[in-house]
């Protein structure tokens, strides 16, 4: 069983930064994959950006070049820096961890509003 929980969502202004956290526990021997998806009120789950084991990143190109995905393997923690912040990037953002199938966290809100 993996459990996975986001942190640092909340309010922010355009084009302010914001920096969120996920941190996977329990049986996380061989988590591959981890990454953010997010969700708009009114839309589906869309994906964000992923990171390898190895390091290797992937983005959608809503947020290429403002989003940045890093992980700590030592902490089974990924992060998900956000900066130029739109008011479209309002969403719950989920985080998942990669073992055998995707393990969701409970998702946290990020507000973009003046």
């Known amino acids: 069983q993996v459990q996975v929980v986001e942190s640092g969502g909340g309010l922010v202004q355009p084009g302010g930064s914001l920096t969120l956290s996920c941190a996977a526990s329990?049986?996380?021997?061989?988590?591959?994959?981890m990454g953010w998806f997010r969700q708009a009120p009114g839309k589906e789950r869309e994906w964000v950006a992923t990171v390898s084991t190895g390091g290797s990143t992937t983005y959608a190109d809503a947020v290429k070049g403002r989003f940045t995905i890093s992980r700590d393997n030592a902490k089974n923690t990924v992060y998900l820096q956000m900066s130029s912040l739109k008011p479209e990037d309002t969403a719950v953002y989920y985080c998942y961890a990669m073992r055998y199938t995707k393990h969701w966290g409970q998702g946290t809100q990020v507000t973009v509003s003046s």
């Open positions: 329990g049986t996380i021997f061989s988590i591959g994959t």
